[in-house]
Nanobody, 124 residues
């Protein structure tokens, strides 16, 4: 089992940057894929990015490629989302997620473990 706690959200102007953190508990952290989803008002939850637990392979949504970077520090049981060149359309609640199977981040399933979410608001 895994527990996730996000932090780092807030208000930022368009073109600015934020760094989100997700602290995980559980002895199997290094073996789990980690990732981020987001949900804007009136929209469905959407996939943002994921990183594998075994090889560090990453998958990014087209909307954030070149602007967002995911990384993980297994020694600290933490995954990060560096968000640069932020746009108003990036405004959403961002959720950290974890699962033993990376396909659940971008396939038909959904990750088994979720954080509480952190609000990111980008002003124009």
């Amino acid at each position: 089992q895994v527990q996730l706690v996000e932090s780092g959200g807030g208000l930022v102007q368009a073109g600015g940057s934020l760094r989100l953190s997700c602290a995980a508990s559980g002895r199997t952290f290094s073996n789990y894929a980690m990732g981020w989803f987001r949900q804007a008002p009136g929209k469905e939850r959407e996939f943002v990015v994921t990183i594998s637990g075994s090889s560090g392979i990453t998958y990014y949504a087209d909307s954030v490629k070149g602007r967002f970077t995911i990384s993980r520090d297994n020694a600290k049981n933490t995954v990060y989302l560096q968000m640069n060149s932020l746009k108003p359309e990036d405004t959403a609640v961002y959720y950290c997620a974890a699962d033993s199977t990376i396909r659940r981040f971008y396939g038909l399933g959904t990750p088994n473990y979720w954080g509480q979410g952190t609000q990111v608001t980008v002003s124009s």
